[in-house]
């Protein structure tokens, strides 16, 4: 008998998480923290889901923190077991959950300030050191290598755009087979290999974050070419919030081919942003994640993300230094969601300059600071006071890291065997129940959109 549970992203984008059990063993497919809406982040304070003594193993497909952010806190709590993932999602772990965890801390000191906390004094879901624990029992596997995890337990991991080392995992256990798409990537964009097929078998769990949505195909690097050069004749600044891993890199990549090009002032570009540095590090130091074109940059002795004045910025000093630099720049800060970071401050001292430019290049979800700044509002409001807003603002679209409708279908088509069922994951509830209809017509297979906790047999 072998049973999966939907530990998250069920019903939900974030929290992803699946426990399996067969052939003896218990493995747990990912492990996430619920983020976004105040009822999902609650259930990450809740008891473990099952004996995490019990747990033999955990298989992440990448490393962003919806996908492993509650492994410090399961850690916490008892899980001692070998963590696989690729070599490049264990680099980026290592930066990710001890950043997630110093958010954790601060965010508990805050609501100790506040009086606003359950507990007294207040705790955090987990520390650095809880991070740093579970860091130790991080195994890296090989990509397309069928790995023995225990005697006739079977994984592969296949490479799937999105960000560096993610991958799907095919789990082979107790004679039957389960897909695990994680998170599938864009086909023909910069950078990373293509979404790699996967072997479904019986069940294939599929993520749907755009499951209705059909991406144009713009061009972001043109987009951002004008922009850039457009604020740079009015001596201005561009300030991008921007995603430290994956999406930084991209801009990066559009930056250097712009200068090249000459089609961008050569004027200098500021990744302000520690984690930034880091995972720009890690794209720089797994180039086997790289397609042909990323490759052949290589080959040509230049690297994709080096570009002539480029600087990194390390401490908050340097970082407030910048304020005081009045000459056109492009300044790539976080957070990418204007929640919180150096991205404040930048704001704050530049928002007011017409000559200048908020550039987005993410999603910002309604009732944030940054649709908030998109609405055309007037003024903004940053640690307690109002600023005039008089920079221009600006939107680029298509950069996302997720495969779209038309893409999800084409990934599910191209792998190999025809699940008997498939399991539509990862999305907001209606936009997961109605691609679970549109991926059961194309594949002729029942799909269905678990809830939260439900038990399937597989
Ligand atoms: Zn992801």
């Known amino acids: 008998m072998v049973s999966i549970k939907f530990l998250g992203a069920a019903g939900t984008v974030t929290g992803s998480k699946y426990l399996v059990r067969g052939a003896g063993k218990c493995l747990l497919i990912d492990c996430g923290l619920f983020q976004g809406e105040r009822s999902w982040r609650e259930k990450n304070w809740d008891s473990p889901p099952c004996d ?11 490393a962003h923190i919806d996908h492993t952010g509650m492994l410090p806190r399961f850690s916490r709590l008892g899980l001692r077991c070998p963590v696989y993932c690729t ?8 930066l990710v959950l001890p950043d997630s965890a110093h958010l954790q801390e ?60 993610a991958c799907s995992i095919s789990l082979e256990i107790g004679g039957r087979c389960i897909g695990f798409s994680g998170d599938v990537g864009r086909y023909a964009v910069p950078i990373l290999k293509d979404p790699e097929p996967l072997d479904c078998g019986d069940l294939l769990l599929i993520e749907s974050t755009y499951g209705t949505t059909e991406q144009h195909e ?62 720009t590090q890690v794209y720089q130091s797994n180039p086997a994640d790289y397609d042909d074109e990323a490759l052949g940059i290589l080959k040509r002795g230049q690297h994709p993300f080096s570009l002539p004045k480029l600087g990194f910025v390390q401490s908050r000093d340097e970082s407030i230094r910048l304020n005081k630099i009045d000459q056109p720049m492009v300044v790539i800060s976080a957070s990418g969601m204007l929640t919180g970071g150096r991205i404040l401050h930048h704001l704050r001292n530049r928002v007011g300059d017409p000559r200048n430019t908020v550039l987005f290049v993410g999603y910002q979800p309604p009732g944030s ?12 409001r940053i640690f307690g006071q109002e600023y005039a807003i008089r920079a221009k603002v600006k939107e680029i679209s298509g950069l996302s890291a997720h495969a779209d409708k038309c893409e999800l279908l084409r990934w599910a088509k191209s792998c190999r065997g025809r699940p008997s069922k498939i399991a539509v994951v990862h999305g907001e509830p209606e936009v997961a129940n109605i691609f679970a209809k549109t991926i059961g017509d194309a594949l002729g297979v029942s799909a269905r959109v678990p809830a939260y906790l439900e038990q399937w047999d597989v």
């Open 369 to 380: 600071r940054g649709a908030w700044l998109k609405s055309g509002a007037q003024t903004l």
């Open 87 to 94: 070599k490049p999602t264990l680099d980026l772990s290592k």
């Open 218 to 279: 713009t061009s972001p690097r043109d987009e951002l070419g004008k922009i850039v050069s457009e604020t740079a004749q009015r001596g201005g600044v561009v300030l991008i919030p921007s995603f430290a891993v994956g999406r930084t890199q991209l801009l990066l990549y559009y930056l250097r081919e712009l200068k090249e090009a000459h089609r961008i002032p050569d004027i200098p570009i500021i990744i302000d942003s520690p984690m930034a540095a880091d995972a």
């Open 106 to 165: 601060e965010e508990a000191e805050y609501r100790g300030e506040r009086g606003k906390s359950r507990h007294h004094p207040p705790l955090p879901l987990y520390t650095v050191e809880d991070a740093e624990t579970v860091l130790r029992y991080f195994r890296s596997v090989a990509v397309h290598e069928r790995i023995e995890l225990f005697p006739g337990i079977f994984a592969t991991w296949r490479r799937m755009g999105h960000i560096i080392g």
């Open 52 to 62: 995490l003594a019990e747990v033999d193993a955990v298989l992440l497909t990448h």
